[in-house]
């Protein structure tokens, strides 16, 4: 880029001259001249250069204070995100507490320290290990239900593994107790990944959508009357001899955070009365008719409104043929000619 040209030396020399010599003529004028020449100085000359810099003033002031409310309104929206997750982590601590309160004994509190590994998504690590009381097989609820199992448990860390996970397995039985089956992960697309299937149903036996699946306690590993999922639909297989029914989950995968890992004792001991199952199986069928008769509102509306437009575009296209009858040629009987005009 090229440089700018700088002004001719003699030129500066003449503007420092001129302006000594007015400096110098004002020393030696009297004041009142002095004062008329800086008056008539201030109102042709300065003052536009005075408004102009009040003008950059009020400009870099408006700029500061722009810059200072964004910075605000940055941290007051901040804030309330935060504020947000941690009034759902009180929610899910303060109910932890009381499921604390219903189980009493026989549990250590853990934290999920890494909720997804590289790889592996549905292996957790746990706060705590065997020597907190955590050993292998250990069950890991929350206060909606059945979280995962213990994998591996060091001295103070442990491995755990989550319901989706391919390994999971329970032994289950529907609230009543009339049906039984075994959990495992349902392997889907997308959000589908997160959800349960139960297998092994015999084939007599029917399951209504919003039945609840809890734990049955065969196999020793969890206690009976765990909350493990509700039941969605029933799954196409090549199965003859048995159903598999679709399971939305007890637990929320988003959810997990604070949980409780059960003891062998307390898995041996068992958790009955811990979960009202009874009031948790009506709650989980209303909350899937509820769905179903959405969904089904949903498609009537739909129906309801293409029929509405295909009536709508059969009366215009009458409108647009003026309402005349096409006339469409007789068909002439058989054995007689059709005569020409």
Known sequence: MARPQRTDPKVDLAL???CAMLAGLCLVVPGKTRDRVAAALRTTIVAPAAALQARAELSRRSLMAEAVTRRINDSVSLRS????GVEDENIRLRQLLGLSSMVKWGFVPAEILQGRLLGDEFTVTLSVGASAGVELLSPIIVADGLVGVVQRADPSLSVAILWPHPDFRVSAMS????TYGIVTSHVGPSADRYLLELRS??????LRPGTLIVSSGAGGVFPRNIPVGTVITELKTSEAWARTYLLRPAVKFSDLGAVMVLTRARSTQGVDGVWNVGS???SARRSVVAAGDSLTARLRDSVVAA???RAADSIAALVALGGRAVAVPATPAPGKPRRTP
């Open 280 to 282: 948790l199986a009506d």
């Open 307 to 309: 029929l509405r437009q």
């Open 16 to 18: 420092v001259a001129g």
């Open 175 to 178: 609230a009543d107790g009339a």
């Open 81 to 84: 995100q935060r504020l947000t």
């Open 201 to 206: 149903v015999p084939l007599r036996t029917q």
